[in-house]
């Protein structure tokens, strides 16, 4: 064999390589039968870019050729650094006479054939409004900032040729849209852990991070590829969640909206949490979460500001330490007769986030119907003041709310009917 292999000319050296019939591993083909969803869930290095590109390359190169494709990644940066120019990506597993060219002004892939395929940002939902596609290959969709809705305007999108299909490639998270499509009867799903694709990762990634977190909870969900829906050392579980849910909310004797405003005001800020809550007795009732995110101060603001009105608030509670005496005026900008309170928060996020799940452990604090992003970043919050690796913004507006209503207001008031 490695004699035949020297005598191989340079072109079918190339050809050889990239030839997936040899090098591709059993869990990184498509699925037989019936399906409109391949989701592929792998740990970390387990080979899942890889499996989505030549799974693109097999519809471009086929005999009936798919076109438009949608590559989704994370954001725009991400689909072109992994999903097409990465070392596993579109472009390096075809051989050299077939690679695709990078229409960067268009963010399009376009092969010699004709066949086109258009990056996509799942962080701007409203940029799949308009565009069709006969396929789509999406990758890490459990840590996509707008999951369920850019999920939502793709499928709308997803409508040409005579069999639109999808592929997700991701490592899972229990996220409400993984979920949702892991329970579709037209999903197929398909596992492959890290040690499957031993050969070609590093000996040092598997001696060191490999070893270090195998067994582990963690290891089991980014080595494993398996769905943990627990977060090691959370301060929230969904099952104290669900228990406190409820349909409708009970007459409650104060409501306020809390704010928790981001560092700096635009597309690329973090959050703006907004958290309506109120008081039942001696417990909490969380009644909506009004999050926003990539907005002006002022457009936060008007958020804020027409969750108040609608749910009849008392005061809108609001923390200043990064804003100062901005966030109240910002407020009183849009509507000087609402009452805002500042807050100022001088311990950890952990800290101050402990009293309010210990709460949610003795029952006393419930939730109004399904709050899914809220939801998902408690359960997601960790020791390291993350949620996901990003800033827990929603559960800060919550923990204000909540700690407002039941751990600083003392005596139970009167019911207001």
Aim: glycine share 10%; with cysteine; hydrophobic share 45%.
């Amino acid at each position: 064999m490695v004699e035949r292999a020297k005598r191989l000319t340079a072109a079918e050296t190339e050809a050889f390589k990239c030839y997936w019939g040899i090098w591709g591993h059993k869990m990184q083909r498509p699925p037989k039968g019936d399906w409109t969803t391949w989701l592929m869930l792998g740990g970390r290095g387990a080979g899942k870019t890889r499996a989505g590109a030549e799974w693109v390359r097999n519809l471009v190169m086929g005999p009936r050729p798919v076109s438009p494709i949608a590559l989704v990644g994370e954001t725009m940066a991400e689909a072109r650094a992994v999903m097409v120019e990465g070392v596993s990506g579109v472009i390096s597993v075809h051989p050299y006479s077939e690679r695709p060219r990078l229409d960067v002004g268009r963010a399009v892939l376009v092969w010699p054939n004709g066949v086109e395929a258009w990056l996509m940002p799942a962080n701007d939902p409203e940029r799949f409004r308009g565009p069709q596609f006969a396929a789509a290959w999406c990758d890490e969709l459990a840590k996509w900032p707008k999951a369920e809705a850019t999920w939502d305007m793709l499928q709308f999108g997803l409508r040409l040729g005579d069999w639109p299909r999808q592929l997700v490639t991701t490592t899972p998270r229990p996220t409400r849209l993984l979920k949702r499509l892991m329970a579709e009867p037209t999903t197929r799903i398909t596992h492959m852990k890290t040690r499957a694709n031993r050969d070609n990762l590093a000996p040092a990634f598997l001696e060191a991070v490999v070893a270090r977190y195998r067994g582990t909870a963690l290891g089991r969900q980014e080595l494993d590829g398996e769905m943990i829906e627990e977060v090691p050392g959370a301060l929230w579980t969904r099952r104290q969640i669900e228990e406190g849910r409820m349909e409708a909310p009970p007459a409650l004797s104060r409501i306020i909206v809390a704010v928790d405003p981001p560092v700096t005001g635009g597309k690329n800020s973090d959050a703006c949490g907004i958290v309506v809550a109120g008081r039942c007795g001696d417990t909490a009732v969380v009644l909506a979460d009004r999050t926003v995110q990539g907005t002006t101060p002022v457009g936060w603001a008007r958020v804020a500001v027409t969750a108040f009105h609608e749910f009849a608030a008392d005061t809108i509670i609001a923390e200043v330490n990064q804003g100062g005496d901005l966030v109240a005026q910002v407020l009183n900008q849009v509507d000087a007769s609402v009452p805002v309170r500042t807050v100022r928060a001088n311990r950890g996020k952990w800290v101050r986030a402990e009293p309010v799940a210990a709460l949610y452990a003795q029952g006393r604090v419930s939730h109004v119907g399904l709050l899914a992003d809220l939801e998902d970043e408690l359960c997601a919050f960790g020791p390291d003041g993350l949620a996901d690796g990003h800033s827990p913004d929603r559960m800060d507006a919550l923990v204000w709310a909540v700690g407002e209503l039941l751990l600083r207001e003392g005596p139970v008031p009167r019911v207001r009917v």
